[in-house]
């Protein structure tokens, strides 16, 4: 799984700290079942499909299912799948300033890399350092990427210790409104819990 740091080598939705609550079994893919007809099965995963919103507290859980997600995508045969925190994707913009060299990797790369792979997980949203210098590079960053996964129905999972409300002073309704339209108001979810990296 491309991108997934060695702490969630071993995460999946049945590790999750998570399993069975309605969470984890709404993230689960839609099994192959004989009474299911073509048209409900697609059906159940074009639900399934949507994006997701996880939230809450350092350390409860959700980046575990984001990558646990991931996996039931690429067990599923949905496509590629690409995981990235936030700092890292901003950091890899940032490398490709700079005088032209050999080798040297363009914005526009790295924004279709992640605008452009049928599953995203974007991990610790909201945790960028945003100032006022930056802040419209910050917001047209997320609007280029976001916005063409918005437009292109594509699936993300985004996590993040904000709520859509709180987002939204840091980044901008246009950018919080997208990531609703695209989750859709039940799969924006408040993942609660102790904080497992101190237990």
């Known amino acids: 799984m491309s991108g997934v740091p060695r702490l969630?080598?071993?995460a999946s939705l049945e590790t999750s700290p998570h399993r069975g609550g309605p969470t984890v079994t709404l993230?689960?893919?839609?099994?192959?079942?004989r009474f299911l007809s073509t048209a409900q099965r697609e059906a159940a995963l074009q639900d399934w499909r949507r994006s997701w919103y996880l939230w809450g507290k350092p350390g409860v859980g959700k980046s575990g299912l984001a990558v646990g997600y991931m996996r039931?995508?690429?067990?599923?045969?949905?496509?590629?799948?690409?995981?990235?925190?936030?700092?890292?994707?901003?950091?890899?913009?940032?490398?490709t300033y700079g005088p032209p060299r050999e080798g040297k990797v363009e914005e526009a790369d790295v924004v279709y890399k992640y605008a452009g792979v049928?599953?995203?997980?974007?991990?610790?949203?909201?945790?960028?350092?945003?100032?006022?210098?930056?802040?419209?590079?910050?917001?047209?960053?997320?609007?280029?990427?976001?916005?063409?996964?918005?437009?292109?129905?594509?699936?993300?999972?985004?996590?993040?210790?904000?709520?859509?409300?709180?987002?939204?002073?840091?980044?901008?309704?246009?950018?919080?409104?997208?990531?609703?339209?695209?989750?859709?108001?039940?799969?924006?979810?408040?993942?609660?819990?102790?904080?497992?990296?101190?237990?």
């Open 72 to 95: 039931e995508w690429i067990w599923g045969g949905q496509g590629e799948a690409l995981y990235v925190t936030v700092p890292n994707l901003l950091a890899q913009i940032r490398a």
């Open 118 to 199: 049928s599953l995203l997980v974007l991990d610790d949203l909201g945790s960028e350092r945003v100032t006022n210098e930056n802040m419209e590079w910050v917001q047209d960053v997320f609007l280029r990427i976001i916005g063409n996964r918005h437009d292109g129905l594509m699936t993300t999972v985004f996590t993040s210790n904000y709520s859509l409300e709180q987002l939204e002073k840091r980044l901008t309704e246009r950018l919080t409104w997208r990531v609703l339209e695209m989750a859709g108001k039940d799969h924006v979810v408040e993942v609660t819990g102790k904080n497992w990296r101190a237990a």
């Open 8 to 10: 969630f080598y071993g």
């Open 27 to 33: 993230m689960r893919l839609p099994p192959e079942g």
